[in-house]
Protein backbone atom coordinates (compact mmCIF):
# COMPACT_ATOMS: atom_id res chain seq x y z
CA UNK A 1 0.00 0.00 0.00
CA UNK A 2 1.03 3.24 -0.40
CA UNK A 3 -0.33 5.08 2.85
CA UNK A 4 2.82 7.44 3.41
CA UNK A 5 2.64 8.93 -0.10
CA UNK A 6 -1.05 9.60 -0.34
CA UNK A 7 -1.52 11.34 3.12
CA UNK A 8 1.55 13.35 1.97
CA UNK A 9 -0.08 14.14 -1.25
CA UNK A 10 -3.64 15.08 0.48
CA UNK A 11 -2.09 17.25 3.12
CA UNK A 12 -0.15 19.40 0.88
CA UNK A 13 -3.03 19.75 -1.32
CA UNK A 14 -5.92 19.96 1.10
CA UNK A 15 -6.82 23.77 0.43
CA UNK A 16 -7.06 22.48 -3.18
CA UNK A 17 -9.50 20.09 -2.25
CA UNK A 18 -11.48 22.09 -0.16
CA UNK A 19 -11.61 24.65 -2.84
CA UNK A 20 -13.19 22.21 -5.13
CA UNK A 21 -15.90 21.05 -2.11
CA UNK A 22 -16.69 24.62 -1.54
CA UNK A 23 -17.42 24.54 -5.61
CA UNK A 24 -20.08 21.51 -5.52
CA UNK A 25 -21.61 22.27 -2.45
CA UNK A 26 -22.87 25.72 -4.15
CA UNK A 27 -24.22 24.13 -6.61
CA UNK A 28 -28.27 23.64 -4.72
CA UNK A 29 -28.43 19.91 -6.50
CA UNK A 30 -32.04 18.57 -4.93
CA UNK A 31 -33.64 16.48 -7.62
CA UNK A 32 -36.70 17.24 -8.96
CA UNK A 33 -38.80 15.35 -12.07
CA UNK A 34 -41.37 17.95 -12.11
CA UNK A 35 -38.85 20.90 -13.26
CA UNK A 36 -38.64 21.85 -16.92
CA UNK A 37 -35.16 20.07 -17.01
CA UNK A 38 -35.05 16.85 -17.59
CA UNK A 39 -34.78 13.87 -15.59
CA UNK A 40 -33.90 15.52 -12.51
CA UNK A 41 -34.30 19.61 -12.55
CA UNK A 42 -31.49 21.94 -13.18
CA UNK A 43 -29.71 21.72 -9.77
CA UNK A 44 -28.78 17.81 -10.41
CA UNK A 45 -28.14 18.58 -14.35
CA UNK A 46 -25.19 21.29 -13.20
CA UNK A 47 -23.91 19.04 -10.19
CA UNK A 48 -23.67 16.25 -13.16
CA UNK A 49 -21.97 18.20 -15.89
CA UNK A 50 -19.50 19.56 -12.81
CA UNK A 51 -18.62 15.88 -12.08
CA UNK A 52 -18.03 14.98 -15.95
CA UNK A 53 -15.67 18.16 -16.32
CA UNK A 54 -13.42 17.18 -13.48
CA UNK A 55 -13.24 13.40 -14.59
CA UNK A 56 -12.48 15.16 -17.84
CA UNK A 57 -9.97 16.96 -16.44
CA UNK A 58 -8.43 14.37 -14.68
CA UNK A 59 -7.75 12.63 -18.33
CA UNK A 60 -10.87 9.62 -17.55
CA UNK A 61 -13.44 8.93 -20.52
CA UNK A 62 -16.22 10.01 -19.70
CA UNK A 63 -20.16 9.14 -20.95
CA UNK A 64 -23.10 11.03 -20.17
CA UNK A 65 -26.36 8.89 -19.51
CA UNK A 66 -29.02 11.37 -20.39
CA UNK A 67 -28.96 13.31 -17.98
CA UNK A 68 -29.55 10.64 -15.15
CA UNK A 69 -25.93 9.77 -14.39
CA UNK A 70 -22.08 10.72 -15.95
CA UNK A 71 -18.81 8.26 -15.21
CA UNK A 72 -15.38 8.37 -16.13
CA UNK A 73 -13.04 5.03 -17.19
CA UNK A 74 -9.61 5.20 -16.27
CA UNK A 75 -8.14 3.79 -19.01
CA UNK A 76 -9.89 4.10 -22.36
CA UNK A 77 -9.93 0.61 -23.47
CA UNK A 78 -9.97 -2.55 -21.10
CA UNK A 79 -12.70 -4.30 -19.39
CA UNK A 80 -13.76 -2.52 -16.08
CA UNK A 81 -13.02 -4.21 -12.86
CA UNK A 82 -13.88 -2.05 -10.26
CA UNK A 83 -16.76 0.77 -10.04
CA UNK A 84 -16.73 3.46 -6.96
CA UNK A 85 -20.08 5.12 -7.17
CA UNK A 86 -21.77 8.52 -5.77
CA UNK A 87 -24.12 10.71 -6.13
CA UNK A 88 -24.43 14.56 -6.62
CA UNK A 89 -28.22 15.11 -5.67
CA UNK A 90 -28.89 15.91 -1.91
CA UNK A 91 -31.96 16.36 0.31
CA UNK A 92 -33.40 19.93 0.34
CA UNK A 93 -32.08 22.63 2.92
CA UNK A 94 -34.55 22.80 5.03
CA UNK A 95 -34.35 25.23 7.97
CA UNK A 96 -32.62 25.83 11.08
CA UNK A 97 -29.15 26.16 9.90
CA UNK A 98 -26.28 27.76 11.45
CA UNK A 99 -24.03 28.05 9.06
CA UNK A 100 -24.75 28.64 5.44
CA UNK A 101 -25.74 25.53 3.62
CA UNK A 102 -24.75 25.82 0.13
CA UNK A 103 -21.55 27.61 1.28
CA UNK A 104 -18.51 24.90 2.66
CA UNK A 105 -17.89 26.39 6.28
CA UNK A 106 -14.52 25.44 8.29
CA UNK A 107 -15.80 25.20 12.07
CA UNK A 108 -14.99 23.40 15.17
CA UNK A 109 -12.49 20.82 13.16
CA UNK A 110 -15.63 20.42 11.21
CA UNK A 111 -16.80 21.19 7.31
CA UNK A 112 -20.27 22.11 7.39
CA UNK A 113 -22.13 22.50 3.80
CA UNK A 114 -25.78 20.41 2.51
CA UNK A 115 -23.64 17.33 1.18
CA UNK A 116 -19.70 16.88 3.25
CA UNK A 117 -21.30 13.84 4.08
CA UNK A 118 -23.93 12.48 1.74
CA UNK A 119 -22.47 12.16 -0.94
CA UNK A 120 -20.20 15.33 -2.18
CA UNK A 121 -17.59 15.63 0.25
CA UNK A 122 -17.26 11.89 -0.49
CA UNK A 123 -17.50 12.12 -4.06
CA UNK A 124 -14.92 15.07 -4.19
CA UNK A 125 -12.75 12.27 -1.79
CA UNK A 126 -13.30 9.80 -4.56
CA UNK A 127 -11.79 12.59 -7.20
CA UNK A 128 -8.88 13.51 -5.33
CA UNK A 129 -8.20 9.57 -5.10
CA UNK A 130 -7.89 9.77 -8.65
CA UNK A 131 -6.23 12.66 -9.28
CA UNK A 132 -3.17 11.30 -6.70
CA UNK A 133 -3.22 7.86 -8.55
CA UNK A 134 -2.44 10.18 -11.50
CA UNK A 135 0.26 12.76 -10.09
CA UNK A 136 1.77 9.76 -7.63
CA UNK A 137 2.23 7.43 -10.45
CA UNK A 138 0.43 4.30 -8.79
CA UNK A 139 0.20 1.39 -11.05
CA UNK A 140 -2.93 0.71 -11.97
CA UNK A 141 -3.41 -2.28 -14.12
CA UNK A 142 -6.89 -2.98 -13.92
CA UNK A 143 -9.72 -0.24 -15.94
CA UNK A 144 -11.92 0.99 -13.34
CA UNK A 145 -15.09 3.55 -13.53
CA UNK A 146 -16.06 6.59 -11.38
CA UNK A 147 -20.18 6.85 -11.32
CA UNK A 148 -21.98 10.10 -10.47
CA UNK A 149 -25.47 9.82 -10.25
CA UNK A 150 -28.38 12.79 -10.49
CA UNK A 151 -31.10 11.45 -8.06
CA UNK A 152 -30.15 8.80 -5.07
CA UNK A 153 -32.10 10.91 -2.76
CA UNK A 154 -35.34 10.84 -5.16
CA UNK A 155 -35.44 6.59 -5.03
CA UNK A 156 -32.56 5.73 -7.12
CA UNK A 157 -34.08 5.98 -10.38
CA UNK A 158 -31.04 7.11 -11.80
CA UNK A 159 -29.13 3.70 -11.48
CA UNK A 160 -31.71 2.21 -12.57
CA UNK A 161 -31.79 3.97 -15.97
CA UNK A 162 -27.74 3.66 -15.76
CA UNK A 163 -27.54 -0.28 -15.09
CA UNK A 164 -30.13 -0.75 -18.03
CA UNK A 165 -27.45 1.10 -20.49
CA UNK A 166 -24.50 0.06 -18.83
CA UNK A 167 -23.78 -3.14 -16.39
CA UNK A 168 -21.71 -2.70 -13.58
CA UNK A 169 -18.59 -4.55 -13.12
CA UNK A 170 -17.89 -7.39 -10.91
CA UNK A 171 -16.89 -5.21 -8.01
CA UNK A 172 -18.73 -2.02 -6.98
CA UNK A 173 -18.42 0.09 -3.81
CA UNK A 174 -20.32 3.35 -2.40
CA UNK A 175 -18.95 6.11 -0.09
CA UNK A 176 -22.33 6.33 1.00
CA UNK A 177 -22.85 4.55 3.88
CA UNK A 178 -20.24 3.54 6.81
CA UNK A 179 -17.40 2.34 7.71
CA UNK A 180 -15.35 -0.43 8.42
CA UNK A 181 -17.49 -2.05 5.37
CA UNK A 182 -21.33 -1.99 5.16
CA UNK A 183 -22.09 -5.58 3.61
CA UNK A 184 -25.45 -5.70 4.93
CA UNK A 185 -28.23 -3.38 4.65
CA UNK A 186 -32.02 -3.81 6.14
CA UNK A 187 -35.03 -3.57 3.82
CA UNK A 188 -37.22 -0.51 3.78
CA UNK A 189 -40.30 0.25 3.77
CA UNK A 190 -42.03 4.35 2.42
CA UNK A 191 -45.15 4.60 2.94
CA UNK A 192 -48.07 7.29 2.86
CA UNK A 193 -51.48 7.06 4.57
CA UNK A 194 -54.87 9.15 5.12
CA UNK A 195 -58.22 9.41 6.31
CA UNK A 196 -60.80 12.09 6.24
CA UNK A 197 -60.39 13.96 8.72
CA UNK A 198 -62.50 17.50 10.96
CA UNK A 199 -61.26 18.73 14.03
CA UNK A 200 -63.19 21.91 15.84
CA UNK A 201 -59.94 23.16 16.89
CA UNK A 202 -57.67 22.67 13.82
CA UNK A 203 -57.48 24.50 11.05
CA UNK A 204 -54.45 23.33 9.68
CA UNK A 205 -51.16 20.80 10.47
CA UNK A 206 -48.22 20.72 8.57
CA UNK A 207 -45.20 18.17 9.83
CA UNK A 208 -42.43 17.26 7.65
CA UNK A 209 -41.42 17.56 3.77
CA UNK A 210 -39.48 14.49 2.88
CA UNK A 211 -40.49 10.88 4.25
CA UNK A 212 -36.56 9.62 4.80
CA UNK A 213 -35.65 12.48 7.21
CA UNK A 214 -37.28 12.72 11.19
CA UNK A 215 -38.76 16.21 11.31
CA UNK A 216 -37.85 19.21 12.88
CA UNK A 217 -40.65 21.07 13.32
CA UNK A 218 -44.51 20.57 12.91
CA UNK A 219 -47.00 23.51 12.38
CA UNK A 220 -49.99 23.93 13.44
CA UNK A 221 -52.50 26.26 12.58
CA UNK A 222 -55.68 26.76 14.70
CA UNK A 223 -59.36 27.64 14.16
CA UNK A 224 -59.50 30.33 16.44
CA UNK A 225 -56.59 32.00 14.66
CA UNK A 226 -53.71 30.91 16.84
CA UNK A 227 -50.72 29.46 15.79
CA UNK A 228 -48.37 26.71 16.77
CA UNK A 229 -45.04 25.44 16.51
CA UNK A 230 -43.56 22.03 18.03
CA UNK A 231 -39.99 21.93 17.62
CA UNK A 232 -37.68 19.21 17.37
CA UNK A 233 -34.32 18.13 15.86
CA UNK A 234 -34.10 16.12 12.18
CA UNK A 235 -31.97 13.01 11.67
CA UNK A 236 -32.02 10.24 9.11
CA UNK A 237 -34.70 8.33 8.83
CA UNK A 238 -32.88 5.26 9.68
CA UNK A 239 -31.98 6.91 12.47
CA UNK A 240 -34.83 8.33 14.45
CA UNK A 241 -33.11 7.76 17.78
CA UNK A 242 -30.77 10.74 16.73
CA UNK A 243 -33.79 13.11 16.02
CA UNK A 244 -36.24 14.49 18.20
CA UNK A 245 -39.59 14.01 16.46
CA UNK A 246 -41.40 17.11 16.28
CA UNK A 247 -45.01 14.90 14.11
CA UNK A 248 -45.53 12.47 17.53
CA UNK A 249 -44.18 15.37 20.04
CA UNK A 250 -47.45 17.30 18.93
CA UNK A 251 -49.95 14.43 18.36
CA UNK A 252 -48.52 13.06 22.05
CA UNK A 253 -49.15 16.46 23.54
CA UNK A 254 -52.54 17.01 21.79
CA UNK A 255 -55.13 16.29 24.58
CA UNK A 256 -58.56 17.34 22.16
CA UNK A 257 -60.58 14.04 21.49
CA UNK A 258 -59.74 13.16 18.19
CA UNK A 259 -59.30 9.95 16.65
CA UNK A 260 -57.22 9.89 14.51
CA UNK A 261 -54.64 11.71 15.96
CA UNK A 262 -55.10 9.67 19.34
CA UNK A 263 -54.56 6.52 16.93
CA UNK A 264 -51.49 8.07 15.72
CA UNK A 265 -50.34 8.82 19.15
CA UNK A 266 -50.84 5.10 20.14
CA UNK A 267 -48.92 3.64 17.23
CA UNK A 268 -46.25 5.99 17.33
CA UNK A 269 -45.45 7.02 20.94
CA UNK A 270 -42.89 9.73 20.84
CA UNK A 271 -39.08 8.75 21.60
CA UNK A 272 -40.02 4.93 20.16
CA UNK A 273 -38.27 4.16 17.34
CA UNK A 274 -38.67 0.37 16.78
CA UNK A 275 -42.41 0.42 15.67
CA UNK A 276 -43.48 -1.84 18.85
CA UNK A 277 -46.37 -0.40 19.22
CA UNK A 278 -47.32 -1.25 15.26
CA UNK A 279 -46.60 -4.86 15.84
CA UNK A 280 -43.29 -4.33 14.31
CA UNK A 281 -40.07 -4.24 16.84
CA UNK A 282 -38.24 -7.13 15.21
CA UNK A 283 -34.47 -7.31 15.76
CA UNK A 284 -32.09 -9.91 14.03
CA UNK A 285 -28.51 -11.02 14.87
CA UNK A 286 -27.24 -9.79 12.03
CA UNK A 287 -28.68 -6.81 11.00
CA UNK A 288 -29.95 -5.16 15.03
CA UNK A 289 -33.19 -3.72 15.63
CA UNK A 290 -36.07 -2.46 13.25
CA UNK A 291 -36.62 1.08 13.21
CA UNK A 292 -40.08 2.76 12.31
CA UNK A 293 -40.96 6.54 12.12
CA UNK A 294 -44.14 8.76 11.83
CA UNK A 295 -42.12 11.47 9.34
CA UNK A 296 -44.96 13.23 7.65
CA UNK A 297 -48.01 14.70 9.21
CA UNK A 298 -50.38 17.38 6.92
CA UNK A 299 -54.01 18.30 6.18
CA UNK A 300 -55.33 18.89 2.72
CA UNK A 301 -57.99 18.71 0.83
CA UNK A 302 -60.28 17.24 3.84
CA UNK A 303 -57.81 15.10 4.41
CA UNK A 304 -55.28 13.94 6.83
CA UNK A 305 -52.22 12.54 5.16
CA UNK A 306 -48.55 11.04 6.87
CA UNK A 307 -45.62 9.32 5.79
CA UNK A 308 -43.71 6.28 7.24
CA UNK A 309 -40.27 5.47 6.95
CA UNK A 310 -39.48 1.60 8.36
CA UNK A 311 -36.16 -0.18 7.84
CA UNK A 312 -37.08 -3.72 8.96
CA UNK A 313 -34.09 -7.05 9.50
CA UNK A 314 -32.79 -8.91 6.57
CA UNK A 315 -34.77 -11.94 8.37
CA UNK A 316 -37.82 -10.71 7.62
CA UNK A 317 -39.96 -9.81 3.94
CA UNK A 318 -41.11 -6.50 2.27
CA UNK A 319 -44.58 -8.79 2.41
CA UNK A 320 -44.47 -9.24 6.17
CA UNK A 321 -43.31 -6.02 7.39
CA UNK A 322 -45.93 -4.35 4.84
CA UNK A 323 -48.55 -6.42 5.78
CA UNK A 324 -48.43 -5.49 9.56
CA UNK A 325 -48.05 -1.71 9.52
CA UNK A 326 -51.08 -1.54 6.92
CA UNK A 327 -53.35 -3.43 9.10
CA UNK A 328 -52.52 -1.46 11.87
CA UNK A 329 -53.15 2.02 9.93
CA UNK A 330 -56.59 0.11 9.03
CA UNK A 331 -56.98 -0.75 12.72
CA UNK A 332 -57.43 3.34 13.60
CA UNK A 333 -59.29 4.35 10.50
CA UNK A 334 -56.64 4.77 7.60
CA UNK A 335 -56.07 3.67 4.63
CA UNK A 336 -52.59 3.30 3.08
CA UNK A 337 -52.39 5.43 -0.14
CA UNK A 338 -48.87 3.81 -1.87
CA UNK A 339 -46.44 1.78 -0.57
CA UNK A 340 -43.28 1.49 -1.89
CA UNK A 341 -39.93 -0.64 -0.24
CA UNK A 342 -37.04 -2.55 -0.81
CA UNK A 343 -36.09 -6.60 0.58
CA UNK A 344 -32.68 -6.93 2.52
CA UNK A 345 -29.22 -6.52 1.09
CA UNK A 346 -26.29 -8.86 2.19
CA UNK A 347 -23.31 -9.36 0.70
CA UNK A 348 -20.99 -12.54 1.88
CA UNK A 349 -18.07 -10.49 4.26
CA UNK A 350 -15.70 -13.79 3.45
CA UNK A 351 -15.83 -12.63 -0.48
CA UNK A 352 -11.80 -11.52 -1.49
CA UNK A 353 -13.52 -8.41 -2.75
CA UNK A 354 -14.99 -7.44 1.23
CA UNK A 355 -11.80 -8.45 2.94
CA UNK A 356 -9.45 -6.48 0.53
CA UNK A 357 -11.73 -3.34 1.76
CA UNK A 358 -11.25 -4.83 5.64
CA UNK A 359 -7.55 -4.84 5.08
CA UNK A 360 -7.23 -1.19 3.29
CA UNK A 361 -9.46 0.27 6.86
CA UNK A 362 -6.99 -1.96 9.12
CA UNK A 363 -4.00 -0.40 7.43
CA UNK A 364 -5.25 3.28 6.95
CA UNK A 365 -6.98 3.82 10.37
CA UNK A 366 -5.00 1.23 12.29
CA UNK A 367 -7.33 -0.90 14.05
CA UNK A 368 -9.48 -4.45 13.27
CA UNK A 369 -11.55 -3.97 10.38
CA UNK A 370 -14.97 -5.52 10.82
CA UNK A 371 -18.21 -5.93 8.56
CA UNK A 372 -21.79 -3.72 9.98
CA UNK A 373 -25.04 -3.29 9.15
CA UNK A 374 -27.23 -0.64 8.74
CA UNK A 375 -30.59 0.53 8.46
CA UNK A 376 -29.85 3.39 6.15
CA UNK A 377 -30.48 2.63 1.97
CA UNK A 378 -27.10 3.07 0.09
CA UNK A 379 -26.56 3.41 -3.07
CA UNK A 380 -25.75 -0.02 -3.85
CA UNK A 381 -28.77 -1.82 -2.67
CA UNK A 382 -29.95 -3.42 -4.96
CA UNK A 383 -26.21 -3.76 -6.81
CA UNK A 384 -25.63 -7.70 -6.54
CA UNK A 385 -22.45 -7.52 -4.72
CA UNK A 386 -21.96 -4.05 -4.01
CA UNK A 387 -20.82 -2.70 -0.36
CA UNK A 388 -20.72 0.27 1.01
CA UNK A 389 -17.00 1.80 2.18
CA UNK A 390 -17.65 5.21 3.86
CA UNK A 391 -17.80 7.71 4.01
CA UNK A 392 -18.84 8.09 8.33
CA UNK A 393 -18.06 6.03 11.33
CA UNK A 394 -21.16 4.36 13.06
CA UNK A 395 -20.28 6.52 16.27
CA UNK A 396 -20.77 9.95 14.47
CA UNK A 397 -23.56 11.56 14.03
CA UNK A 398 -23.17 14.12 10.94
CA UNK A 399 -26.48 15.55 11.09
CA UNK A 400 -27.06 13.96 7.70
CA UNK A 401 -30.18 15.06 5.92
CA UNK A 402 -30.60 17.83 8.55
CA UNK A 403 -29.75 21.28 9.88
CA UNK A 404 -25.77 21.60 9.90
CA UNK A 405 -25.09 18.84 7.81
CA UNK A 406 -21.07 18.35 8.27
CA UNK A 407 -17.75 15.64 8.05
CA UNK A 408 -15.02 16.27 10.52
CA UNK A 409 -11.60 16.94 8.97
CA UNK A 410 -10.09 14.05 10.31
CA UNK A 411 -13.03 11.87 9.12
CA UNK A 412 -12.54 13.49 5.44
CA UNK A 413 -9.29 13.27 5.33
CA UNK A 414 -9.60 9.32 6.48
CA UNK A 415 -11.71 9.03 3.18
CA UNK A 416 -9.01 10.37 0.72
CA UNK A 417 -6.53 7.73 2.10
CA UNK A 418 -8.91 5.33 2.22
CA UNK A 419 -10.29 5.57 -1.54
CA UNK A 420 -6.92 5.99 -3.05
CA UNK A 421 -5.54 2.87 -1.20
CA UNK A 422 -8.48 1.32 -1.77
CA UNK A 423 -8.40 1.49 -5.47
CA UNK A 424 -4.37 0.96 -5.42
CA UNK A 425 -4.94 -2.16 -4.18
CA UNK A 426 -8.31 -3.23 -5.97
CA UNK A 427 -6.69 -2.35 -8.91
CA UNK A 428 -2.93 -2.23 -8.91
CA UNK A 429 -0.27 -5.11 -9.75
CA UNK A 430 -1.82 -7.74 -7.86
CA UNK A 431 -5.49 -6.87 -6.89
CA UNK A 432 -8.37 -8.73 -6.23
CA UNK A 433 -8.17 -12.14 -8.68
CA UNK A 434 -4.85 -11.03 -9.62
CA UNK A 435 -1.40 -12.81 -10.63
Known sequence: MYQKQFAEY???????????LDEIISIESVGDINAPVKPFGEGSRKALDWGKAYLEKLGMTTKDFDGYAVHGDFYQNGECKLAVLSH???VPAGEGWNYPPFKLTKADGKLFGRGTIDDKGPSVAVLWAVKA??????????????IFGGNEEGGCEDMEYYESKQPFPEMVF???????????EKGMVHLTFSAEFSD??????????????IPDKCIVKFADGSE??????SSHGSRPENGDNAVT??????????????GLAELFPHGECNGKSCGLGFSDDVSGEMTCALTILKTEGGRLHGGIDIRFPIDKTLAEISGIITSALESKGFKVDELDGMEPHYVDENSEFVQTLLRVYEKVKGEKGKCIAEGGITYVHNTKGGVAFGAEFPEENNNMHGADEHISMETFKINLNMYANAIAELCGELGVHGS
Open 249 to 262: KFVAEYKNENALLG
Open 133 to 146: IKELNIPIKKNFRV
Open 10 to 20: FDKHMEEILRD
Open 228 to 233: KVIRGK
Open 200 to 213: DKIAEIKGGSVINA
Open 88 to 90: LDT
Open 174 to 184: TPDGSFPVLNC
